[in-house]
């Protein structure tokens, strides 16, 4: 939330700084129009190749919602032609805050006419940015905002990386005092055979494990004698100091923990704007344990292993079969303004749970989630659980939002083929 405040307080500046830019251009240059979604700009985000509907994106384009793109993959953006409108140009500003971090502030990085294809009108466009970020957009018709319907909108990307990568493994904390019935050697070994067995539409390289008490730098922060709890050991869940460790910077980091402090939560990664180098996005965190109202359990080791390629599917793009209302509520005073046409994931061949479990999977996570921005994989314990989740029809999907019983888990060829194109375009 306090995030939230900080973007949303420091934006409502935005309009004006942009304005007064604007309005200081010669006329002989191409009109701008800046975006004057103001603090709204960072609530509605298309991220690259997610096929949920995503209307509330559609809906506010106009005005201004960002893209998140990564350095030099190649992107499109689509919508449906409204025969009652001309075509309008879409305007992408780069945002940058400024020296003191008070302000933001937009510079024009493109403008574009669309081609139309199938009845549909495209944008293409490539990113030459450093790193992965987010620009923003308006849609411009006779130097105002574009007014027509915007449907169907669809956001693709194709990266020029490999579909390779290695996965580093960091251990923080006395991880191998704790554990039982298992080695690290054991759970290292099982989580290589299960990326290489699930993960068929990528190759997996190689698996390093290292101690965050041994790290080159940040290693005096990470006693090895003692239990490390994402959340509370350290403000930051992630632990992401950690990730684009040195000499295999480019690798996925997977952080090992004793516990993520929120009850019940196993696993969580950045949703989509992940990267394979280093700073915000860089790890996928997973616990050893679980927080309970009273206290701690144990995770098997297969629940360990399940939990990392269900964070990583997320890590990569994907979003969970069947949502919750925790990936989709955003509070603004009493509303909740999140994109309720994204309880699907959009792909044709993973199945969604009916609204009946929708609703009871909506119903438990609203009071047991703490906001935390990332998705997170949720352990149902089998004598509190008020509702059989073996019975939905996607409740062997990777992607589901919480643990099963007895299920043999797979992703949907759909599903790989995202991860691919995803990998693809994280720079590594
Ligand atoms: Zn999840």
Redesign the pocket.
């Known amino acids: 939330m306090k995030n939230f405040c900080k973007k949303f307080c420091l934006l409502s500046f935005v309009g004006l700084v942009l304005f007064f830019t604007a309005c200081a251009e010669s006329e002989t240059e191409e009109f701008t129009l800046y975006p004057d979604n103001q603090g709204d700009i960072f609530l509605r985000r298309l991220y690259p190749n997610d096929l949920a509907k995503n209307d509330s994106a559609a809906a506010n384009i106009a005005h201004g919602i960002t893209l998140v793109v990564h350095p030099n993959a190649t992107y499109q953006l689509s919508f449906d032609v409204d025969p009652n409108f001309d075509a309008p140009t879409l305007q992408l500003f780069r945002l940058y805050l400024n020296k003191e971090q008070t302000e933001w502030h937009g510079s024009k990085v493109r403008s574009l006419k669309p081609d139309i294809e199938n009845g549909r009108y495209v944008y293409s466009f490539i990113c030459e940015e450093n790193s992965f970020t987010e620009w923003a957009t308006s849609l411009v018709l006779d130097e105002t905002y574009y007014k027509g319907r915007v449907s169907n909108i669809r956001f693709t990307g194709n990266g020029a990386y490999s579909d390779h990568f290695s996965i580093n493994l960091i251990l923080v904390g006395n991880i191998e005092e704790e554990i039982e019935g298992y080695t690290i050697d054991e759970l290292a070994s099982n989580l290589l055979q299960e990326f290489r067995a699930q993960y068929t539409s990528v190759t997996i390289d190689t698996l390093y494990i290292n101690y965050a008490s041994k790290h080159p730098t940040l290693g005096a922060k990470y006693p090895a004698n003692e239990p490390w709890l994402a959340g509370a050991s350290s403000e930051d869940f992630f632990l992401s100091e950690l990730g684009g460790w040195p000499g295999i910077e480019d690798a996925l980091d997977i952080v090992l923990v004793h516990y993520i402090k929120n009850d019940g939560v196993l696993?969580y990664?950045k949703p989509f704007s992940a990267n394979l180098g280093k700073g915000a996005g860089s790890t996928v965190v997973l616990g050893t344990h679980i927080k309970t109202p009273y206290g701690e359990d144990s995770i098997s080791m297969k629940d360990i292993v399940e939990t990392a390629l269900?964070?990583t599917?997320?890590f990569f793009g994907l979003r969970?079969t069947t949502a919750t209302k925790a990936?989709i509520e955003i509070l603004q005073g009493d509303y909740d303004i999140g994109d309720y046409s994204n309880l699907d994931d959009g792909l044709d061949d993973t199945p969604y749970c009916s609204v009946g479990y929708t609703k009871s999977l909506m119903k438990i996570k609203s009071t047991d989630i703490v906001k935390v921005p990332g998705?997170?994989?949720i352990y149902i314990a089998g004598n509190t659980t008020t509702f059989n989740v073996n019975n939905c029809p996607d409740a062997d999907n990777y992607?589901f939002?919480t643990t099963v019983k007895d299920k043999v888990l797979s992703f949907s060829k759909q599903q790989l083929d995202m991860i691919r194109k995803n990998l693809m375009i994280f720079p590594h």
Request: glycine share 16%; hydrophobic share 15%; no cysteine.
């Open positions: 696993g990664s269900h964070e599917g997320h969970h990936d998705l997170s994989r992607m939002p």
